[in-house]
């Protein structure tokens, strides 16, 4: 660790911090780049440069986010005057303003008036404003962590990533800034956090903090979001960014069905596999803010970081606030590759644990198959069916503990209905076992009904705000987890299950939106939003910690929390309660954007579906939730013919067959849904060995022409035999013209393609 003081006047003063030269991949370059000379930082990925400057005034200017180069990219500034544009007092000079300079951490209170990162106010005077200049940093070997919250962690001996610590400081507040930067150079991946250090005496308040912002100084660029619903996440949107502000947000506690915490600024003209694109992915699930802005000067920012709303954390003397992490990546060869770089870092430097890299047993889910309606001989003898069929796990959803029998009763009560199981949670586990299949759990811990003996003991442990009625979602209240006394309590719970229970899945559900924002525990109820999330992440390591080998599936009303954050504590989501397979391509496909598929809960469920009323065949039902990691089924087996038994043994033997491609291999999007048309995805193994092609037809045109897929990411110059056709293809011409489908026999008709590398 290297540190230094600045000097005022802007030059940093070292000539030997820069980390050492690394060869990745036949290149040499140096991952955190500090040039005494230009006053710059550069950071280096594999492919990738971002460099920022101080400038002569002391602060930190943003220069470049782009393909790898080496030198000073000062030369993109451009100073003339401005008209009415402010200087801060010391700055004799109208060609100076920081509202046109692309800034690397905008706050407000010097000149800057686009969409701030930064507001604070000092709470004894109630004055808004700072002035933060730069005054040092630091190299640090390896990937920084954030306590208490997730964040990308490194593999020192693989990764060779760095961090930069730059040290912004406000003389007034006697406030410290740290931008924290994070470079994993072999996954073209720079990370970034902020920790508010209130070194003075008095509390200040933080009012915004936004984590991470690009400002591009010009250029034609589209916008990308990922809006949704209940039932509906995550459907790609793309527009123009035009004058004025564009922003996505949540204010539901949760990051939300409604719009996911990623977002991509791409060239207008970018497809899947041409095109620069840049993105941030926030790695945090409560209430977050993303935007872009295009000014007065046809200027672009990006960001991201915590919503301000119903939001302001006091940080006293001696304390620091941290804003949470952003992930950013850059491609310039489209939003494939950009996607391709955050399903490798999320998969491998998010994820933890036991089940990062293994292939996930394919599981029967008791929800759709019989809602609240079971009993334990019930699930035995689905167990009984699954195993006849190679199920690997049988997981009893909602409906287990208290005397739950509908939505309106004892969350909280996290203890078994005998009376419903025939026994104890462990004493059914042992029964599913001797069937063969291991056993999985659902759990709801962040809520509470009414209607519980944990309301009518804790009534003050429910989110509500005094005197105002309360809120109800799904007939049930939130509890406050910011409160460690209630955290305990459910842990406490959760263990005396678990711990005697032979139990290898949880599946961690959360079924509304946090609108009571009132905490009990805290005169400061600005932080009450962001201390539960942090709670949330101190029960999910307690758990995480004690049952390591649990594999643990988020959920939230489906998707509605389908984030980085929770990713870091379970490595699959089940991506939405509609389990139609029509509707799951566009849902599939627009979670792929920014996660890695392996990371998909995809079951196969019953028609017509329970949502959409469709009919869809079983063996596409197959092919479309083969997309995900998290494969398996969810509708009463015992129930079906014979001849849909046989298919899904087959679909369960295909699926064991190329699983590991699945989880580990490179994914692409060869035809979205939204043509209404055909879908069509791709998973290439990373040395081109096998490559698993599927499609769906969506809708047909009478005599229309034949469809053609062509697969992407082959080995050029080789050949590969198709398992299912036994057709040998010349890989270069595959990857041309493709390859047509064969004509429908059935409505939503699908294919899947198994293809293998001649070995010469
Ligand atoms: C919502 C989930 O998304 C469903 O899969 C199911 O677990 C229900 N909750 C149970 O209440």
Redesign the pocket.
Known sequence: MVEHECKRDGAVPLDDASTTEVTLQDCRFTPIVVNQQDATFTLHTLHTAYQMCVDRYGYLIHLYYGPRTEGTMNYVLNFCDRGQASQPERVNDRTYSLDSLPQEFSFQGMGDLRNPMFVVREATTGAYGCDLQYRGYEVIDGKYGLPGLPAVYSDDAKDMAQTLKVILHDERLDMDVELLYGVMPTYDVITRAVRVVNKGGATIEVKRLHTASIDFMHGDFDVMTFFGRHGMERMPTRARIEHGSFSIMSRRGESSHQYNPFMIVCDYDATESAGQAWSMSFVYSGNFYAAVEKDQFDQVRMQMGLNDELFSYPVAPGEAFVGPEVIMTYSNEGLGLLSQNLHRVIRQRVCRGYWRDRVRPVLI?S?EASYFDFTGDSLVELAKKAKECGIELLVM??GWFGHRDD?MSSLGDWYPNKKKLGGTVAELAKRVNDVGLEFGI?Y?PEMISEDSDLYRAHPDWALTVPGKPKVLGRHQLVLDMSRKEVRDNIFQQMCGVLDDANVAYL?W?C?RSLIDIYSRDTSDQGRVLYDYVLGLYDLLERVHERYPEMLIEG?A??GGRFDAGMLYYTPQI?TS?TTDAINRLTIQAGTSFGYPTSTMGCHVSEVPNAITRRSTPLFTRGTVAMMGGGFGYELDITKLPDEEIDLIKQQVGAYHETAELVMNGRFYRLVPPETNRLSAWEFVADDGSEALVSAVIIDVHGYGVASYVVPRGLTPDSSYVCKETGVIYPSNALMSVGFPLAPIVVPYESYQFHFKRVEA
């Open positions: 889910n929800w959803d909602d939505d659902w709801e599946k559900d079924n959920c009303g489906g089940w309660d």
